[in-house]
T-cell receptor, first 116, second 111 residues
């Protein structure tokens, strides 16, 4: 079974630009969660999508948005990039049923975003 | 919201020794506690998890214990090997399945 894939793996942008990152979950998984990882703040939850609907949201500004498609693939978008947005962006997929034994989250390799 | 604290931030052990990593959480409603291992250049990999209705779980050299009363859980690695060197994250989640992570600990296993 293929794991979680993220594209692109590396990205360099300049301040003010916008960026779109993509995540393909494990086949059969309907939930995709996004996290930002930085050395200072660790892993921070951005949002979760399940069946094309945002189900959970973290404490990030509105410049961070996402969506999920009918095939469960997800994209996240960051507009008006700031230097502080430089980070590793990770997505994790799960079955999403929230039933005991079915809420394990499996991470992709991440997209390393550098904002200059 | 949930707050997960992980101590210490670094740990160095001799190959063959045991390593113990401890985490505390604040939300008594949390019921799912996974542990992730992250190697350089890779995403976090789920290595073991435990639910609030269980006190201990083992998988070969790895075990996790949970103390709901004290709100802490620990990862135990026995017979450590150099390939165990990585960053380890604990996390906690409640009914909404939103994971809150600790800051991570860098484990170094000296050959």
């Amino acid at each position: 079974k293929a794991g979680v894939t993220q594209t692109p793996r590396y990205l360099i942008k300049t301040r003010g630009q916008q960026v779109t990152l993509s995540c393909s979950p494990i086949s059969g998984h309907r939930s995709v969660s996004w996290y930002q990882q930085t050395p200072g703040q660790g892993l921070q939850f951005l949002f979760e999508y399940f069946s094309e609907t945002q189900r959970n949201k973290g404490n990030f500004p509105g410049r961070f948005s996402g969506r999920q498609f009918s095939n469960s693939r997800s994209e996240m978008n960051v507009s008006t990039l700031e230097l502080g947005d430089s980070a590793l962006y990770l997505c994790a997929s799960s079955l999403g049923t929230r039933l005991a034994g079915e809420n394990e989250q499996f991470f992709g390799p991440g997209t390393r975003l550098t904002v200059l | 919201g949930e707050n997960v604290e992980q101590h210490p931030s670094t740990l160095s052990v001799q190959e063959g020794d045991s390593a113990v990593i401890k985490c505390t959480y604040s939300d008594s409603a949390s019921n799912y506690f996974p542990w992730y291992k992250q190697e350089l250049g890779k995403g976090p990999q789920l290595i073991i998890d435990i639910r609030s209705n269980v006190g201990e779980k083992k998988d070969q050299r790895i075990a996790v214990t949970l103390n709901k009363t004290a709100k802490h859980f620990s990862l135990h690695i026995t017979e450590t090997q150099p390939e165990d060197s990585a960053v380890y994250f604990c996390a906690a989640a409640g009914a909404n399945s939103k994971l809150t992570f600790g800051k991570g600990i860098t484990l170094s296993v000296r050959p």
